[in-house]
């Protein structure tokens, strides 16, 4: 047989070494850390297609870098990781304007919804990249001033494109009712008006975030019944589930 070339090593396979990578734990300071290695790993976890794989890969488990909390006349971010990890509270603070009358809906997948009453839009925020996108209220909440709620996210590997579910709670003496809609940043508009068929009683959802399972975001609702809401993203559909009383 001819002579064969040595197997290379194992990071000096641009594949292997990759893959190696990927695996890094999802923090603030491991890909700066690899990229300080030599040029060429620096090249590679600069990649985009090299971060999109690695955001995909650690979509599940991200780190928990903070939070965020109005604070006068804006948004501030308390840190809570240690360093190297820990990220300066300045970093990702968002001044508004005075006349900015806000809410701050949740946050997830890296971005931050706000709620603008006065100006009848909400505001997606990435605070990493600065990047601020200003998106008018659907149609059918026209006039509305409170009781708004809401969720932002991105799909599985997505970094460009977002979607807004927005929640509005209309409560009478005796009726509780909800609509909702939801944004599509790559179609540019709003989706069609999504209603639950009104519930003979009086409640409403607590100003607590969403939380999102599986491809569900809940809503707690409280008052003279306790129930949670289900918005089903890809049955595009609402339901109130009761709870359990003792």
């Keep these: 047989m001819g002579d064969m070339s040595p197997a290379a090593a194992p990071l000096e396979d641009e594949n292997l070494l990759s893959e190696i990578l990927l695996r890094l734990p999802p923090l603030p300071s491991?890909?700066?850390?690899?990229?300080?290695?030599?040029?060429?790993?620096?090249?590679?976890?600069?990649?985009?297609?090299?971060?999109?794989?690695?955001?995909?890969?650690?979509?599940r488990s991200p780190p928990l870098l903070g939070c965020f909390v109005p604070h006068r006349g804006g948004v501030c971010f308390t840190p809570t990781m240690d360093s190297p990890d820990r990220v300066p509270a300045g970093r990702f603070c968002l001044q508004l304007d005075d006349s900015y009358r806000f809410s701050l809906l949740g946050c997830r997948h890296g971005l931050v919804l706000i709620s603008n009453d006065s100006r009848k839009q909400v505001l997606v925020w990435d605070p990493v990249t600065g990047d601020q996108h200003r998106i008018a209220f659907p149609p059918w909440f026209d006039g509305i001033t409170n009781s708004i709620h809401g969720a932002v996210l991105r799909a599985a590997g997505e970094v460009e494109h977002f979607e807004v579910v927005l929640l509005h709670d209309i409560v009478d003496e005796d009726h509780f009712r909800v609509i909702a809609c939801v944004y599509s940043s790559?179609?540019?508009?709003?989706?069609?008006?999504?209603?639950?068929?009104?519930?003979?009683?009086?409640?409403?959802?607590?100003?607590?975030?969403?939380?999102?399972?599986?491809?569900?975001?809940?809503?707690?609702?409280?008052?003279?019944?306790?129930?949670?809401?289900?918005?089903?993203l890809e049955r595009q559909s609402i339901a109130v589930i009761q709870v359990p009383v003792d």
């Design 186 to 232: 790559e179609a540019g508009r709003w989706g069609n008006l999504i209603t639950l068929t009104p519930t003979q009683s009086s409640a409403y959802c607590t100003g607590m975030p969403a939380v999102l399972v599986g491809n569900s975001f809940y809503w707690r609702i409280s008052g003279k019944f306790c129930a949670i809401v289900e918005f089903d």
């Design 30 to 59: 491991s890909l700066p850390r690899a990229s300080a290695v030599c040029k060429r790993w620096r090249l590679l976890v600069s990649d985009p297609g090299f971060v999109r794989r690695f955001r995909r890969r650690h979509r």
